[in-house]
């Protein structure tokens, strides 16, 4: 398979998947539809028994969603999931999650917005002592609604949650760990050998073997399952009416105008503030 923005190396039952969209790594609509594309590929390949997310870019796991396209992503119908209540983005999570092989994002940099929500679908994330998290989405004037508004609050619990989404701020990630939203935060030199060792072992579980723990996962959370499709539907309404009020329109036509550049980028916190005090 050839992709734009995935590189795929494959060896010994893992899927190595590197997210590389230069120059600053955001979510694209091109690299929703590739990881749409992987995924039916992983289901007709149960080989592969792990799959390791990671980042071409040194400084970026994902920036965020391209503003650029994230309004037309949701306003254009050819774009949209096809249940009305749920948007791509969260359907692009609820494929991942549901996939037989075990996911693993291993985040060495800055991951924030569309792209911290994706990865909170995965079953693990191992991330760096130097990457910062952040949900940036309420000081631009709308929700987390590719799922990360919904997850945030099942993995840290609401006061937590709210802290992290209303305060727009860059999370550490011993600060991630702690909060219960990654698995561990780990010094740079350590990541890489932690997470090998870890893929070691899980790629000799078998397939079955990891299908009878999702089973029990599965039962012990049935009755998460309705609240969780009504917090996305939740989501997808909050944000249609923030793209409808004028804080989002504003916000969007303002970072338009400085661009998505890695120098706006590197401390985007900081970017929207210095926005908000100019309006």
């Known amino acids: 398979m050839n992709f734009e923005t995935l590189r795929l190396r494959e060896e010994s039952g893992r899927l190595n ?9 955001l979510m694209s ?14 289901i007709e390949n149960p080989n592969i028994r792990v799959v390791v ?22 306003r254009d119908p050819s774009k949209a999931s096809k249940y009305p209540d749920i948007n791509v983005l969260q359907s692009l999570g609820l494929a991942w999650q549901n996939l037989p092989q075990v996911k693993i994002a291993k985040v060495n940099g800055r991951c924030r917005g569309g792209g911290f929500e994706f990865i909170l679908a995965m079953d693990m994330i191992f991330a760096s002592k130097r990457s910062v998290f952040c949900l940036p989405e309420a000081s631009a004037g709308f929700v987390a609604s590719g799922g990360g508004a919904t997850r945030t609050a099942l993995a840290a619990g609401p006061g ?44 000799l579980r078998s397939p079955s073997v990891v299908a009878m723990h999702r089973e029990v996962f599965r039962r012990a959370f ?21 793209l409808a009020g004028d804080e989002l329109q504003n916000t969007i036509r ?18 929207i503030s210095r926005m908000l005090a100019e309006r």
Not at 17 to 25: E, Q, Y
Not at 229 to 240: G, P
Not at 254 to 271: A, C, F, K, S, V
């Open 17 to 25: 998947v590197t997210l590389s969209n230069p120059p600053i790594n």
């Open 29 to 42: 609509v091109k690299m929703v539809q590739e990881l749409f594309q992987l995924t039916g590929f992983l």
């Open 53 to 74: 997310l990671d980042s071409a870019d040194p400084e970026f796991f994902v920036a965020h969603f391209d503003l650029e396209q994230m309004e037309e992503s949701m």
């Open 160 to 203: 937590r949650a709210l802290e992290i989404l209303l305060s727009s701020r860059d999370f550490t990630a011993e600060e991630a760990e702690r909060y219960g939203v990654i698995n561990r935060a780990l010094p740079d030199e350590r990541l890489e050998q932690y997470v090998n060792d870890l893929v070691g072992r899980l790629v």
């Open 222 to 242: 049935q009755a998460v399952v309705d609240p969780l499709f009504s917090a996305f539907a939740a989501e997808c309404n909050a944000f249609r009416d923030a």
């Open 254 to 271: 303002w970072h338009r105008g400085i661009g998505q550049t890695r120098e706006t980028e590197l401390n985007l916190p900081d970017t």
